[in-house]
């Protein structure tokens, strides 16, 4: 009974750094409560995310902020075209006595952006697979772990084809979320007007240590999940798949695949940590719902016949709702 008492503390505690993150980061942000609730959760979660946007809506500065007030180590990766796999996980070079010794890449961080990742090869994509996967790197052979939390926030231009690199499948289905920013309202837009044209902006404060963060995703993993809530996540994800018992019929039509078991797991992570973060103890199926276009939406290719007909990712999605 202590025990359950202690996660109850733990999990309102967890509610409310959420709700003073928000209001350390709205210092520098307008608007975008959404994005950056998915934000907090995939990094309550230890999962990786993928910002969507058109260029000038604050993606780098969102999450250069967020890392402040987290009081974690971040490095920025800039992808460009001729960017090296080397230039990421670092090399082994030769020093002044000729022994080799391995220098450190900017991936050796907690927190890292990886701005416009689809504008550098296929070849620099992949030497992040392991690190986000893995958690760690290899070089010449030699196994490194890289320091923990280690997130990887990356961000992506929708709209530019011209010198950008599709990401493989595999990398994608890595990221726990795809978040799609859109443009401000009216009011908000006058507001991010008056504040960056209007002198220096305030400092952020560090709200959590990486202790407090390890100790915030060990809570989630214990978060209780009835099997109605579980069965619902997992069946949503098996409609997603053409050609299966339990396909949608969105799905034969319109799409070439669908999500994998990784969708589920993440569906169900998530719904635990938006459950605590909007005061409940436990996931319904409302908390699946509400992250499930996040989880799901890069984790489906769509046919020739869905292009024609205007089905997009969000379009399916909410029919399998």
Not at 10 to 30: H, M, N, S
Not at 133 to 140: A, R
Request: with cysteine; net charge negative; hydrophobic share 40%.
């Amino acid at each position: 009974m202590a025990k359950e008492k202690d996660d109850v503390m733990q999990a309102d505690a967890l509610a409310q750094a959420a709700r003073d993150l928000k209001a350390e980061i709205a210092k520098i942000i307008v608007g975008q409560d959404d994005v950056i609730k998915l934000l907090l959760i995939s990094i309550f979660c230890d999962g990786h995310a993928l910002l969507v946007g058109v260029p000038g809506l604050a993606k780098t500065m969102l999450v250069q902020t967020l890392s402040k007030s987290l009081s974690l180590a971040s490095n920025r990766i800039q992808f460009t075209p001729d960017l090296m796999p080397s230039d990421i996980l670092g090399a082994e070079t030769m020093d002044k006595d000729r022994n080799l010794r391995f220098v450190k890449g900017p991936v050796f961080a907690n927190i890292i952006l990886a701005d416009e990742i689809n504008r550098t090869p296929p070849k620099t994509q992949s030497a992040l697979l392991e690190a986000m996967q893995e958690k760690s790197v290899t070089v010449g052979g030699t196994h490194y772990p890289l320091d923990r939390p280690f997130f990887v926030l990356a961000t992506q231009n929708p709209i530019e084809q011209e010198g950008t690199y599709p990401l493989p499948e595999a990398q994608l289905d890595r990221f726990m979320f795809m978040i799609k920013l859109d443009y401000p309202s009216y009011d908000e837009e006058m507001e991010i007007v008056r504040r960056t044209t209007s002198g220096d902006l305030p400092e952020i404060k560090a709200i959590l240590s990486r202790e407090q963060i390890s100790e915030f995703q060990k809570l989630i993993k214990k978060v209780p999940v009835t099997d109605h809530v579980l069965e619902y996540a997992v069946t949503l994800v098996t409609k997603t798949r053409p050609g299966t018992e339990k396909s949608h019929e969105l799905a034969t039509n319109y799409l070439e695949w669908g999500a994998g078991p990784r969708a589920s797991q993440f569906l169900i992570y998530g719904a635990k940590c938006h459950a605590i973060l909007s005061g409940k103890y436990s996931p319904d199926i409302e908390d699946v719902k509400a992250i499930a276009p996040s989880v799901l939406s890069h984790r489906m290719v769509r046919n020739f016949k869905a292009d024609a007909e205007g089905y997009s990712e969000e379009r399916i999605i909410e029919g399998l709702l």
